[in-house]
């Protein structure tokens, strides 16, 4: 096992274009780190130059405390898993296994052992004889996976394993694999365009945009802290609502209506004449199903609902409002990278399945808004950013947390 440690790691291409921009990331050793992002963020290259198979531009790559940069991939004793198996359709999968081991000329007897233990902690043993074209999406990706296990690797790379699978078994493979990474307690880089998965897996998650690092940090600090509108954006499923809003004082001016916020945000997010408020789902409730006690804690009122999802366990009303021009175009870049292109402003509200709202009502609802962030609709700063929670926060930082930093 080893540790691994990205350094200003930068990828520039023929045309000068920085796929990957200034990445610093530390894993360490026995950690399971997730790159996560949108397609052309630079995930799966920064992957691929871990792993040797890109040229770093510049930066310094090291692993187990030495530099790699210019080492094959052979030298740096890395296992990767990719997305489409990448197995040898001739071989049996007891064969497919063991080829690492055959080609370090290992004696048979330690090659069956390894097999065979790998096997069975992936659950193989009775389709060892099989070639892959006879098994499952969700087998083959075991057999690579007990590839990259009997290699006894310093690190296993995943790229986007489980993307060729069906919903159902993408659900499975990633128990399979959470559960595998923590038995065996190796290093683990994993690259994936699932927010589910990032959050569902890591230890760390690392969320890139356009090459850049925008924050690295455990999936609960994304998600309770994101440092600025892309990760809110971003992480979370329905995604956080982002609302146009005005300060007067401590007096937020929402679609819905005003909330008091704290002394200390209403000061950082002081002197913005617009700014973007963002709240998830489910900080949401049907009024009626709210006790006394806890209505007094949030903002209660009135709204015509669109659309209801009931899901069983839950449901989804969706509640258009009237957008602000200057927030609908500042968001408009972000909307791209976070595939939103041409979706009307609505507020999405996380209600509990016992509520009666119906489409086409206009229903009471409560909102916690002390779970809020207030953004800079022209930068994307978090303004009420908790650097404390916020785990590392790359690039341009909001100006509370730059002056925090300058004053150390």
Request: hydrophobic share 40%; net charge negative.
């Amino acid at each position: 096992m080893a540790a691994i440690e990205m350094k200003n790691i930068v990828k520039e291409y023929g045309d000068g274009f920085p796929a990957v921009n200034d990445v610093s990331i530390d894993v360490a050793d026995g950690e399971f780190l997730i790159l996560v992002g949108p397609s052309g963020c630079g995930k799966s290259t920064l992957l691929r130059m871990i792993v040797g198979l890109e040229d770093i531009s510049s930066g310094d790559m090291v692993i187990g405390g030495k530099r790699v940069n210019e080492l094959a991939p052979r030298e740096r004793n890395l296992a990767m898993v990719f997305q489409n198996y990448a197995l040898y359709p001739h071989l049996t999968v007891y064969e497919n296994i063991a080829f690492p081991l055959r080609l370090a000329k290992m004696p048979d007897a330690e090659v069956d052992a390894k097999v065979r233990e790998a096997s069975s902690l992936l659950e193989l043993d009775e389709h060892l004889e099989r070639k892959p074209g006879n098994l499952s999406g969700g087998q083959r990706q075991r057999v690579a996976m007990g590839r990259a296990i009997v290699r006894e690797a310093d690190a296993y790379l995943f790229d986007e394993p489980l993307s060729n699978l069906d919903a159902k078994l993408r659900g499975q493979m990633r128990t399979e694999i959470a559960r595998l990474q923590k038995r065996l307690g190796i290093t683990t880089v994993y690259v994936t365009h699932d927010q589910t998965e990032a959050m569902t897996l890591g230890d760390k998650v690392a969320v890139l945009r356009r090459g850049v690092l925008q924050q690295h940090a455990t999936p609960r600090e994304l998600y309770e802290n994101p440092a600025n509108l892309f990760v809110a954006g971003f992480i979370g499923s329905p995604p956080m609502n982002f609302l146009p809003a005005t300060l007067e004082g401590r007096t937020l001016t929402l679609p819905f209506g005003t909330v008091e916020i704290s002394e200390r945000n209403a000061e950082r997010a002081a002197g913005h004449e617009v700014l973007v408020a963002g709240i998830r789902p489910e900080f949401f409730e049907d009024a009626s199903l709210t006790d006394e006690v806890r209505a007094a804690t949030g903002v209660t009122f009135e709204a015509d609902v669109d659309v209801v999802e009931w899901l069983g366990h839950e449901a989804y009303a969706y509640i258009p409002f009237q957008g602000h021009d200057k927030v609908s175009s500042d968001l408009s870049e972000l909307a791209k990278d976070l595939d939103t292109e041409g979706q009307q402003a609505q507020l999405v509200v996380a209600l509990d399945s016992a509520s009666r709202i119906t489409a086409g009502s206009r229903a009471t609802l409560w909102c916690d808004f002390t779970k809020g962030h207030l953004f800079d609709p022209v930068t994307g700063f978090n303004l009420t950013l908790d650097e404390d929670n916020a785990g590392r926060v790359t690039g341009a930082l909001p100006p509370h947390i730059a002056a925090q930093r300058a004053a150390q």
